[in-house]
């Protein structure tokens, strides 16, 4: 079973909401998810991200609207006649049962004749680097061992779509960069049509085709990781996806064009191209640098604090009593600035973004 059975499907979601007593949990929810594409739902708790991941697979309350597999509207239908795999947090393996019959119990469930079910659970063991451990049970294994059983148990099936709720979760930092890997090897061998939900977002950059945002049951963005990262929609994606200064202020007309007003004589020049008026600017802590005293269009300030990150050094600088969070790459013997030192910054305009929530 080194490949699908079923093509990769088009997954679309059109006009989905869905409500637990008078709480809404999704907002009139409209995505596309491409055959083959290994998709994120990305979110902080409570934003609907493993409601819709779920009301996908079909369990919990039937929604109001369509989920479409190639067309097929499946709301209302109940979970096994979908043929959707889905890999929970908690794993939810058998703990009587072996490695072996922990996978085989899909497919005798589905009354797969017994001389295919030994090839096939073979196959998916040997596919997510578990074949010798066929007769362990769940508690001789590891973390990271339990979760590829669980995965196996899945795909052994052959599901059109593969549904993953924060799978790594549980796992210590150094296997989940591993086991990130391996899912999206498997994801692309197999190829899939794969979901997969995080509140984590350097999982969801690092694996996935594409993203969507979600906060209080509404997806805010859908785009490739770094699209919506040098892009963001609204505040609310700027600050969940990685860390951004976000200035209050209007665009008022400059010499030059068009500036960014803080206020307190604080002004960041803009696109020339932009609408005079109220807006936030969004600069990401890595687009400014520190400068001299030849460096065109300064921002003077002085450091407040700085925070060791491994490989980069976060400074916080108070330019005007507006605090700017810069990031200053870190090499080996590098000597950390003092607070009050004095500083030049440069900020390319081309690397801020206006945003108008």
Request: hydrophobic residues 40%.
């Given at each position: 079973?080194?490949?699908?059975?079923?093509?990769?499907?088009?997954?679309?979601?059109?006009?989905?909401?869905?409500?637990?007593?008078?709480?809404?949990?999704?907002?009139?929810?409209?995505?596309?998810?491409?055959?083959?594409?290994?998709?994120?739902?990305?979110?902080?708790?409570?934003?609907?991200?493993?409601?819709?991941?779920?009301?996908?697979?079909?369990?919990?309350?039937?929604?109001?609207?369509?989920?479409?597999?190639?067309?097929?509207?499946?709301?209302?239908?109940?979970?096994?006649?979908?043929?959707?795999?889905?890999?929970?947090?908690?794993?939810?393996?058998?703990?009587?049962?072996?490695?072996?019959?922990?996978?085989?119990?899909?497919?005798?469930?589905?009354?797969?004749?017994?001389?295919?079910?030994?090839?096939?659970?073979?196959?998916?063991?040997?596919?997510?680097?578990?074949?010798?451990?066929?007769?362990?049970?769940?508690?001789?294994?590891?973390?990271?061992?339990?979760?590829?059983?669980?995965?196996?148990?899945?795909?052994?099936?052959?599901?059109?779509?593969?549904?993953?709720?924060?799978?790594?979760?549980?796992?210590?930092?150094?296997?989940?960069?591993?086991?990130?890997?391996?899912?999206l090897k498997l994801q692309r061998r197999?190829?899939?049509?794969?979901?997969?939900?995080?509140?984590?977002?350097?999982?969801?950059?690092?694996?996935?085709?594409?993203?969507?945002?979600?906060?209080?049951?509404?997806?805010?963005?859908?785009?490739?990781?770094?699209?919506?990262?040098?892009?963001?929609?609204?505040?609310?994606?700027?600050?969940?996806?990685?860390?951004?200064?976000?200035?209050?202020?209007?665009?008022?007309?400059?010499?030059?064009?068009?500036?960014?007003?803080?206020?307190?004589?604080?002004?960041?020049?803009?696109?020339?191209?932009?609408?005079?008026?109220?807006?936030r600017l969004v600069v990401r802590p890595?687009?400014?640098?520190?400068?001299?005293?030849?460096?065109?269009?300064?921002?003077?300030?002085?450091?407040?604090?700085?925070?060791?990150?491994?490989?980069?050094?976060?400074?916080?600088?108070?330019?005007?009593?507006?605090?700017?969070?810069?990031?200053?790459?870190?090499?080996?013997?590098?000597?950390?600035?003092?607070?009050?030192k004095q500083v030049i910054l440069k900020?390319?305009?081309?690397?801020?973004?206006?945003?108008?929530?």
């Amino acid at each position: 079973m080194t490949t699908m059975q079923t093509s990769p499907v088009q997954i679309d979601i059109e006009n989905l909401s869905l409500s637990f007593g008078n709480t809404e949990v999704l907002k009139g929810v409209n995505l596309a998810i491409r055959p083959g594409e290994f998709f994120a739902f990305l979110g902080p708790s409570g934003s609907g991200k493993s409601t819709l991941l779920r009301a996908i697979a079909g369990f919990g309350p039937t929604p109001k609207g369509q989920i479409k597999l190639d067309g097929q509207d499946i709301v209302g239908s109940v979970p096994w006649q979908r043929n959707v795999g889905m890999v929970f947090q908690s794993y939810a393996l058998w703990p009587h049962m072996t490695v072996a019959k922990n996978v085989a119990f899909g497919l005798e469930e589905r009354k797969v004749p017994a001389s295919e079910i030994g090839p096939k659970v073979r196959a998916a063991l040997e596919l997510v680097g578990m074949g010798d451990y066929a007769e362990r049970f769940p508690s001789q294994l590891s973390g990271g061992q339990q979760q590829r059983v669980a995965l196996a148990r899945t795909i052994v099936v052959e599901p059109r779509v593969l549904l993953l709720d924060e799978p790594l979760s549980n796992l210590d930092a150094n296997l989940r960069v591993q086991m990130r890997q391996d899912l999206l090897k498997l994801q692309r061998r197999l190829g899939i049509t794969t979901i997969f939900v995080t509140h984590d977002q350097e999982e969801a950059n690092t694996i996935c085709d594409r993203i969507a945002v979600m906060a209080d049951g509404v997806v805010q963005q859908i785009g490739r990781p770094d699209e919506v990262y040098d892009n963001p929609a609204n505040s609310f994606v700027a600050k969940f996806l990685g860390t951004a200064n976000i200035l209050e202020g209007e665009v008022v007309p400059s010499a030059d064009g068009r500036s960014f007003d803080c206020g307190a004589g604080l002004r960041i020049p803009v696109s020339a191209d932009e609408a005079t008026g109220k807006a936030r600017l969004v600069v990401r802590p890595e687009s400014i640098e520190f400068g001299s005293d030849s460096t065109k269009d300064p921002l003077s300030g002085s450091v407040v604090s700085a925070e060791f990150l491994g490989g980069m050094v976060r400074y916080a600088v108070d330019v005007n009593g507006q605090e700017l969070l810069v990031d200053e790459r870190h090499t080996r013997g590098q000597k950390r600035m003092e607070k009050g030192k004095q500083v030049i910054l440069k900020l390319d305009p081309a690397q801020a973004v206006l945003i108008r929530d």
